[in-house]
């Protein structure tokens, strides 16, 4: 159970402890200035960094696990742009 505890928080990373110590900052200044916006915030703070979400969980900031190489080759066609010269008459 000790161990299993100090493995919890070895693993933790640098925005982890962020998250988590202005979590508890903001829920102790919304309990000692009568705060609800505060407490609302740290307590969303502190429940992302306990659980390690981010992003409301919902998985869409993260990359794709899985990638789509296209194995057929494209072919591109290129259509040739030339300048049009304007004869200057002096």
Same mark, same amino acid.
């Given at each position: 159970?000790?161990?299993?505890?100090?493995?919890?928080?070895?693993?933790?990373?640098?925005?982890?402890?962020?998250?988590? $110590? =202005? &979590?508890?900052? !903001? #829920? *102790? %200044?919304?309990?000692? +200035?009568?705060?609800?916006?505060?407490? $609302? =915030? &740290?307590?969303? !703070? #502190? *429940? %992302?960094?306990?659980? +390690?979400?981010?992003?409301?969980?919902?998985?869409?900031?993260?990359?794709?696990?899985?990638?789509?190489?296209?194995?057929?080759?494209?072919?591109?066609?290129?259509?040739?742009?030339?300048?049009?010269?304007?004869?200057?008459?002096?």
């Amino acid at each position: 159970m000790i161990r299993a505890t100090i493995d919890y928080f070895i693993a933790w990373n640098f925005v982890r402890w962020i998250r988590f $110590i =202005l &979590g508890g900052s !903001l #829920l *102790f %200044q919304s309990f000692t +200035n009568k705060d609800s916006v505060s407490g $609302i =915030l &740290g307590a969303f !703070l #502190l *429940f %992302q960094a306990l659980s +390690n979400t981010g992003c409301c969980g919902s998985g869409n900031c993260s990359v794709p696990m899985t990638r789509t190489d296209s194995k057929s080759e494209e072919i591109i066609e290129y259509t040739e742009i030339r300048e049009k010269r304007v004869e200057s008459r002096e």
